[in-house]
């Protein structure tokens, strides 16, 4: 079964910052694109930035230059959501999502989402 896991949310002041981790569990061989998004009360999920498999980036407008998404080098399974110059208005549940994957046994798994991990941004 194929899991993705969140953490690093929290609770931060307006300026400071927070690293989100996305790990994908699951006797996984290849990863394509990992990608983070985000819903705030109210309102639907949205993209903030999303990397493919050859580490290319696009970001919402709003994150540009404040976040950075990555993948680790070694376990291209795993990838990160720096957050620097946090607002208020960043205040969500951040989510993982993958868009496909291929397993050990050969089979595709596709549209992965994590559980979301808060991040709260206070003024």
């Known amino acids: 079964q194929v899991q993705l896991v969140e953490s690093g949310g929290g609770l931060v002041q307006a300026g400071g910052s927070l690293r989100l981790s996305c790990v994908a569990s699951?006797?996984?061989?290849?990863?394509?694109?990992i990608a983070w998004y985000r819903q705030r009360p109210g309102e639907e999920r949205e993209l903030v930035a999303v990397i493919n498999s050859v580490d290319s980036t696009n970001y919402k407008d709003s994150a540009k230059g404040r976040f950075t998404i990555s993948r680790d080098s070694a376990a291209k399974n795993t990838a990160y959501l720096q957050m620097n110059n946090l607002k208020p208005d960043d205040t969500a549940v951040y989510y993982c999502y993958v868009d496909r994957v291929r397993l050990e046994d050969g089979y595709v798994k596709l549209e992965i989402w994590g559980r979301g991990t808060q991040v709260t941004v206070t003024s």
């Open positions: 699951g006797n996984i061989v290849y990863v394509n694109s």
